[in-house]
């Protein structure tokens, strides 16, 4: 649809009755010379506290969960009372209880089988975004918007991956157009919730944690959006982390890859696979931020006029490092690597990064924490002959370490970048474990023991001078 914006808003920028009043007027804002359609994520910690009742519910504490029942209906219900007049309430009001009820449910069917089936979590953890939908839509409807609270799960059609879900483009687009396109034609404000879908056969299902930028490009792309906007907590995306760099500072614009590189090298301001629908699209999106909607945020773009240089350093914890090695000349590295990638591949697990040595046949790669006892036995049971007969050592796991990866297109072809980086690392006298660079020189990935992650990370940023070369940009 021509002109179509997505305006996304995040947990924060949904936070509480003022902040949903302000994405609220955001939107009506663009909504005045333009269709918008609206893609809310759950108020801040009300997915945290979705699956924390849920593992209260596994472990049968039934308290533990009313308790926090309760919090989930408190917050929900002073919200839509601080948020909408009077009159305008009782259909809110009831929507929350009848959510309330449905989470309930769930999580009595968790109580009594001691269990936490990952097909009931999904259906559990996405009704924080639909109370926020409805939430929203009722405000903007107070106002006297025709606005419509639409839920993805009769939209976004995915695969049976429970918790990260992928869609399936070709049926979701038809639904998308279907649903979406008569609503925004007649000039209403869909306001869709983010993070959820469904299966063919209606399995409510979720696209992994921080989906709802996600949900964003994935209906822009159906849609053929003009632009998205991803409305957040900081000025836009930024040279690091501003959590663990206080002096970060906002990159105007970047690609869709350093975009791209950095979301799947742990900067949670983008969710990694919101880019690739984009891309595909060559749909320009912009992070900006809902408490200072008057600055400029940051355009991702195809292209841009990128200094030379590294741009941005990222870090992901809760990572463990696999190592293999063959103990023995007999056996082939490669063989074993490439078996122990079609593994990780069966079980849907994904690799962060990977490193080899010719000489030795041995490899390192990293995952994510929460996918090590998967993989670990995957991995034995693949490997269980040549472990029991000392053909290879036995699999190391290393938990105690971080990733730091360093951002940035003009690093291409640009001689010193890695020891500049490596050179600021050791003066801090933090040990490299591992280290891996893509073909596309984009990005070099970096495994350090955890302790010193954010030291590092510090002076990465210090060393390449990202500060001082984004303000001159
Ligand atoms: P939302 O709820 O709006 O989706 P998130 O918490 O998922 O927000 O993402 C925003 C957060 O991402 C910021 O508050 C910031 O701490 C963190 N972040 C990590 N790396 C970066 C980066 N390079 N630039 C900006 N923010 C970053
Ligand atoms: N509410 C979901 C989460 O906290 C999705 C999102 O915010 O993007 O992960
Ligand atoms: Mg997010």
Redesign the pocket.
């Known amino acids: 649809m021509k002109d179509l914006l997505v305006m996304k808003f ?2 924060t920028s949904m936070g509480s009755a003022e902040r949903i009043r302000r994405a609220a007027e955001l939107a009506l804002k663009e909504k005045a010379h333009r269709p918008v359609l609206v893609v809310v ?2 108020m801040a910690g ?3 506290l979705l699956i924390d009742t849920l593992k209260h519910a596994e472990v049968g504490d039934r308290e533990g969960v009313e308790k926090r029942l309760r919090q989930l209906e408190e917050r929900h219900v002073t919200t839509c009372e601080e948020l909408l007049p009077r009159e305008h309430r009782a259909e809110a009001l009831e929507e929350i209880r009848a959510t309330v009820t449905d989470v309930r449910r769930i999580a009595h069917g968790m109580l009594m089988l001691g269990e936490r089936p990952p097909r009931s979590v999904d259906e559990a ?1 996405a009704v ?2 639909h109370l926020s939908s409805v939430l929203m839509a009722a405000y903007l409807r107070s106002l006297g918007t025709e606005a419509v609270a639409v839920n993805c799960k009769e939209i976004i059609v995915t695969d049976a991956a429970f918790g990260r879900a992928s869609p399936l483009m070709g049926p979701t687009e038809q639904r998308a157009r279907a649903k979406l396109l008569p609503l925004l034609e007649r000039g209403a404000l869909p306001i869709a919730t ?2 959820n879908g469904a299966t063919v056969d209606g399995q409510p299902t ?10 964003a490009s994935i209906l822009a792309y159906c849609l053929d959006a003009a632009e998205v906007w991803i409305w957040t907590d900081v000025d836009g995306i930024m040279t690091a982390d501003p959590r663990i760099v206080p002096d970060a500072a906002v990159l105007k614009e970047v690609t869709y890859q350093e975009a791209a590189e950095l979301a799947y090298n742990g900067a949670k301001v983008l ?1 990694p696979r919101t880019l690739a629908p984009l891309i595909e699209k060559q749909i320009p999106a912009w992070s900006k931020n809902s408490f200072a909607p008057e600055k400029p945020g940051t355009r991702i773009a195809a292209s841009i006029r990128a200094p030379k240089g590294a741009r941005a350093v990222t870090s992901m914890t809760k990572v463990a490092l696999v190592s293999i090695e063959p103990a023995s000349g007999a056996v082939s590295g490669p063989r074993l690597m490439s078996r122990a990638m079609d593994r990780l591949a069966d079980l849907n697990i994904e690799l962060l990064a990977l490193s080899s040595s010719s000489y030795q046949q041995s490899f390192c790669f990293l995952i994510r924490r929460e996918d090590l006892p998967a993989a670990f036995k995957a991995l034995e049971e693949e490997f269980a002959l040549e472990l029991a007969h000392g053909y290879i050592k036995p699999i190391q796991i290393d938990e105690q370490v971080g990733l730091l990866a360093v951002v940035g297109e003009g690093m291409r072809g640009t001689p010193g970048i890695a020891g500049s980086v490596f050179t600021a690392i050791s003066r801090e006298g933090i040990n490299v474990i591992a280290i891996a660079q893509g073909s596309s020189e984009l990005t070099i990935a970096i495994v350090v023991h955890q302790d010193g992650l954010e030291k590092a990370v510090r002076a990465v940023h210090r060393e390449c001078r990202m500060a001082e070369l984004a303000n001159l940009s």
């Open positions: 995040g947990g994520s759950a009300i997915t945290d953890i924080g975004e983010g993070f979720t696209l992994g944690r921080g989906g709802s930028d996600y949900t969710h």
